[in-house]
Structure formats: structure tokens, C-alpha cells
């Protein structure tokens, strides 16, 4: 869903931005990983696929999730 027009960054649409809800570390994540997440979670097509910050307890989600 973030390859479509979001991505802030033309030049890199094999990844997507991701942000910390809480404390706002930004991590890319590859279309690999995100495409591999809806496999194994086909879930709610209108939740993003999410991960868990690497610095806090904070969630992890699509930088546009937020501006959504
Ligand atoms: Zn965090």
C-alpha cells in the first residue's frame, strides 16, 4: 500500500518508511518483508502491517498511516 504514490522518496520504492508511535525512530523496511507479513497475516486489508520498535515498547507503522 505504500508503493502507491506515498512514498515520500521516488528513488527508493523497494522499501517503506516506517515511524514509532512513541518515540518517533524511523526505520525503512523492505517491500520483501511487508509483502512476506501479508501472506502469513492477510488480516484486515485496512490495517497496515506493523512492528515492534527495536528502541521502545512503541509499535511501529507506515508514515503514511499517520498522515492518513
Ligand atoms: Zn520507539
Given at each position: 500500500?505504500?508503493?502507491?504514490?506515498?512514498?515520500?522518496?521516488?528513488?527508493?520504492q523497494h522499501?517503506?518508511?516506517?515511524q514509532?508511535?512513541?518515540?518517533?525512530t524511523?526505520?525503512?523496511i523492505?517491500n520483501d518483508?511487508l509483502?512476506?507479513f501479508?501472506v502469513?497475516?492477510?488480516?484486515d486489508?485496512?490495517?497496515?502491517a506493523?512492528?515492534?520498535?527495536?528502541?521502545?515498547?512503541?509499535?511501529?507503522?507506515p508514515?503514511?498511516?499517520?498522515?492518513?
Amino acid at each position: 500500500m505504500c508503493s502507491k504514490g506515498v512514498n515520500p522518496n521516488p528513488e527508493d520504492q523497494h522499501s517503506c518508511l516506517y515511524q514509532c508511535e512513541l518515540c518517533g525512530t524511523q526505520e525503512r523496511i523492505p517491500n520483501d518483508i511487508l509483502e512476506y507479513f501479508d501472506v502469513i497475516d492477510p488480516g484486515d486489508p485496512e490495517s497496515p502491517a506493523t512492528f515492534r520498535c527495536e528502541r521502545c515498547p512503541g509499535i511501529m507503522y507506515p508514515v503514511s498511516w499517520f498522515r492518513a
